[in-house]
T-cell receptor, first 112, second 110 residues
Framework: DADVTQTPRNRITKTGKRIMLECSQTKGHDRMYWYRQDPGLGLRLIYYSFDVKDINKGEISDGYSVSRQAQAKFSLSLESAIPNQTALYFC???????????FGSGTQLSVL | RKEVEQDPGPFNVPEGATVAFNCTYSNSASQSFFWYRQDCRKEPKLLMSVYSSGNEDGRFTAQLNRASQYISLLIRDSKLSDSATYLCVVNPSNTGKLIFGQGTTLQVKP
């Protein structure tokens, strides 16, 4: 089983719908991250969390929210999806500050 | 200026060639540096960390130049399986937020 699991793997939705992407990990790491990847732009940080209930904005947090109710789970929500949120989303964990990231397999989200 | 910049390429090289990528970063206080490899539409995976003294792992060598604020990745004896996108990753401060470059695409041809 994967150490960092994202669900769903693919999602197609319509403009205005509320979407939740889930991430769970079995690595026991405190730090969790959500990134989005667009062609030619690399990965950009949306939100990150260093502990349960700890939430921090990344560089592109507008239009997104997150929840960290347990160490192992970090969910990303789009309250009202728009087409420019179509992207590949990655969840990642790390054991401590500045250390390597472990990624989930990604969620491809398409907003029509 | 972007915090982390890479030449997107693509770099097209024949098998057996040596190829080098550079990555520049803007924050002189950056703490740690990494190279990740990403295959098409897959998750990035750590290739190697970059240490001040430089480090080598088989055919791969990473170097850090703090004075000029860049890191490099050298791949010797390129294999077809090296074809991928190589992401430069920098920790620009003591916050634990890692910043990714846009990636450099490598295509190794037979």
């Amino acid at each position: 089983d994967a150490d960092v699991t994202q669900t769903p793997r693919n999602r197609i939705t319509k403009t205005g719908k509320r979407i939740m992407l889930e991430c769970s990990q079995t690595k026991g790491h405190d730090r969790m991250y959500w990134y989005r990847q667009d062609p030619g732009l690399g990965l950009r940080l949306i939100y990150y969390s260093f502990d349960v209930k700890d939430i921090n904005k990344g560089e592109i947090s507008d239009g997104y929210s997150v929840s960290r109710q347990a160490q192992a789970k970090f969910s990303l929500s789009l309250e009202s999806a728009i087409p420019n949120q179509t992207a590949l989303y990655f969840c990642a964990t790390s054991p401590q500050q500045g250390e390597k990231l472990f990624f989930g397999s990604g969620t491809q989200l398409s907003v029509l | 200026r972007k915090e982390v910049e890479q030449d997107p390429g693509p770099f097209n090289v024949p098998e057996g060639a040596t190829v080098a990528f550079n990555c520049t970063y803007s924050n002189s206080a950056s703490q740690s540096f990494f190279w990740y490899r990403q295959d098409c539409r897959k998750e990035p995976k750590l290739l190697m960390s970059v240490y001040s003294s430089g480090n080598e792992d088989g055919r791969f060598t990473a170097q850090l130049n703090r004075a000029s604020q860049y890191i490099s990745l050298l791949i010797r004896d390129s294999k077809l399986s090296d074809s991928a996108t190589y992401l430069c990753v920098v920790n620009p401060s003591n916050t634990g937020k890692l910043i990714f470059g846009q990636g450099t695409t490598l295509q190794v041809k037979p």
